[in-house]
């Protein structure tokens, strides 16, 4: 069963408690650090552990006047421990509070993402295997072009998410960096020492260099793999999109029992969920911009980049969220259509195998050029319907010419009209991908799940025509 969507899962990573809960949890390490060191005396820090806490009810309060969100933090937290609270935020900045804590808040939300997005690539690869074999049209410009799988599509997303699981990896390599250098970075006021047990202690790596801040190539960079992940979302979902036209409809969005398209045209079945996918996904390109922007701040800092990431990482990790699962679903309950293919492939009468003739005939002795021309000459007439004389089709046309046949046996001119000759090296094609055995593959198809069914012809709300439904 795929899980529904629901905001615990990455939305409660992006609360005000989540994030005032990790500015504690730096603040406590650093007077760990301290302790260390010999600066916070042991009773001291026992005392800050046990009482360290804040309302943000109060927080909110003291903010209202002082207008500093991290002085409002901190003030609250003093009400909380008392006179011991002299030694929290001892020779820190704001900015290193808030962004090593930003850091882990981040790092965090790509390991939700991470296994949502390996959940999306389990379901698709299943329905790819599932499909491995079964010939749809390939179409370039939107044009027939030649013969493909259905599987082979989907073996080419699973491929592609597989390069933004390296992109997110590399995204929480960069982000996992924490800074505790002070005002202008040059530890003025605190030896390196505490930075480095600080990110030593949270799981970061100290920043080699910095300013008030930790550089915002770091965020832009995870904002960047966040909109390729989208983009790519969004790239399937238009292709979802064509196949469920009414003139193509060689698969489509499940369909809910109750479900109405239209206020006004009960006929409506509306690709709904991946026009919302490619929706959504505008906006994740939309606050890379902002991210982008948010680099060249003035000197060794300025807060102009500070309000943007207060809408674009929790909007930008929730909405990547959200659409990973949303495609999850769509993809397991996606309805599949093996019938409305094969019917699009006979479509032109031949015309997708003209390239298999043209072959034919080089190899049998024309020259490339006459049996292009030839083959194109056949094509053409073909696309405007032929004449009763040669042939209305492309494959009787063929057939017909003893131009042709004087270069090609009607046997083996008749078998450039095989399919399987597209096919041939599919098999070879989901081993390289998947690096799967082909009786391993085999038995993926013999073992589908009952629920795995194809859409089989029937009334259009027939639950036969589910194909993962549930």
């Not at 650093?30 to 010999?38: E, K, Q, S, V």
């Not at 698969?251 to 479900?259: D, L, M, R």
């Not at 902002?290 to 980049?305: F, G, K, Q, Y």
Request: with cysteine; charged share 25%; net charge positive.
């Amino acid at each position: 069963m795929i899980p529904r969507y629901t905001l615990p899962e990455m939305g409660e990573r992006w609360t005000e408690q989540a994030r005032f809960d990790l500015w504690l949890q730096v603040e406590l390490a650093a007077c760990d650090a301290w302790a260390r060191m010999g600066k916070i005396p042991k009773k001291a820090l026992d005392v800050i552990h046990q009482k360290a806490s804040f309302s943000i009810d109060r927080i909110a309060e003291i903010e209202s006047v002082t207008r500093h969100d991290v002085i409002a933090f901190l003030t609250a937290v003093a009400e909380k421990v008392g006179p011991e609270s002299r030694f929290i935020h001892l020779g820190l900045t704001s900015s290193d509070v808030i962004d090593t804590a930003l850091a882990l808040q981040i790092r965090d939300s790509i390991d939700v993402l991470a296994i949502q997005l390996n959940r999306l690539r389990d379901v698709i690869k299943r329905r790819a295997l599932e499909f491995r074999r079964t010939p749809m049209m390939g179409r370039t410009h939107g044009i027939h072009a030649e013969p493909i799988t259905f599987g082979l599509k989907l073996a080419l997303w699973w491929a592609e998410l597989g390069r933004h699981k390296k992109r997110l990896e590399q995204a929480r390599e960069i982000i996992s960096c924490g800074k505790m250098s002070g005002a202008v970075g040059t530890f003025a006021h605190m030896p390196p020492e505490i930075e480095e047990h600080v990110c030593e202690t949270l799981g970061l790596i100290p920043a080699l260099v910095s300013t008030q801040i930790l550089q915002r190539d770091r965020h832009a960079e995870v904002l960047a793999a966040l909109a390729l992940l989208g983009s790519s979302l969004d790239k399937f979902a238009t292709e979802i999109r064509h196949l469920q036209k009414t003139e193509v409809r060689e698969a489509e969005e499940y369909f809910h029992p109750g479900q109405k398209g239209s206020s006004s045209m009960p006929h409506k079945r509306n690709p709904i969920q991946c026009e919302q996918v490619s929706g959504l996904a505008r906006l994740l390109r939309s606050n890379l911009q902002a991210a982008l922007e948010n680099i060249p701040l003035w000197h060794e800092r300025d807060i102009s980049h500070s309000s943007v990431e207060r809408v674009i990482l929790p909007d930008s990790f929730i909405l990547a969220h959200y659409l990973t699962v949303k495609f999850t679903t769509l993809v397991d309950k996606l309805l599949v259509h093996p019938e409305a293919m094969r019917r699009n492939l006979d479509i032109t009468g031949g015309l997708i195998f003209s390239q298999q003739v043209l072959l034919a005939l080089t190899r049998g002795g024309m020259t490339r050029e006459e049996a292009y021309r030839l083959v194109q000459a056949h094509a053409m007439e073909a696309w405007n319907g032929g004449d009763p004389k040669h042939g209305r089709s492309f494959r009787e046309r063929i057939l017909q010419d003893r131009r042709i046949a004087e270069f090609v046996g009607r046997k083996r001119l008749e078998s450039s009209f095989n399919i399987a000759a597209h096919l041939k090296n599919i098999d070879v094609i989901f081993q390289r991908v998947f690096k799967i055995s082909l009786s391993d593959m085999k038995a993926s198809e013999q073992g589908q799940p009952p629920q795995a069914q194809v859409a089989k012809p029937g009334p259009r709300n027939s639950p036969k025509k589910v194909g993962r439904g549930r």
